[in-house]
């Protein structure tokens, strides 16, 4: 069994900082891309960051120069450093990781999202 668990979400005023956190654990042999993705309410999930196990990093367009994610392979565990909050940055942030269970058994996990809340 594979497990993330993610931490660090809350509420900031707009400006504002926050840094998430995503630690998998359980049965791992090798974990590839792992990243974020939100969900406001009404809205659909959409991608916020991926890092692969190279630390190469892909952001969305609207937290470009604002959010960093980065990773620990040591640890399995990967960040999301975020500056200058907007209150449309506002979202349920949900952490996945693509994870070799088994030799040959990959597959996409994901965290049980936290909140993060930016006031106005």
């Known amino acids: 069994q594979v497990q993330l668990v993610e931490s660090g979400g809350g509420l900031v005023q707009a400006g504002g900082s926050l840094r998430l956190s995503c630690a998998a654990s359980?049965?791992?042999?090798?974990?590839?891309?792992m990243g974020w993705y939100r969900q406001a309410p009404g809205k659909q999930r959409e991608s916020v960051a991926t890092i692969s196990s190279g630390g190469r990093s892909n952001y969305a367009d609207s937290v470009k120069g604002r959010f960093t994610i980065s990773r620990d392979n040591a640890k399995n565990t990967v960040y999301l450093q975020m500056n200058s909050l907007k209150p449309e940055d506002t979202a349920v942030y949900y952490c996945?990781?693509?994870?070799?269970?088994?030799?040959?058994?990959?597959?996409?996990?994901w965290g049980q999202g936290t909140q993060v809340t930016v006031s106005s």
């Open positions: 359980g049965s791992i042999f090798s974990c590839n891309a």
């Open positions: 996945y990781a693509n994870i070799e269970s088994r030799v040959g058994v990959w597959n996409n996990y």
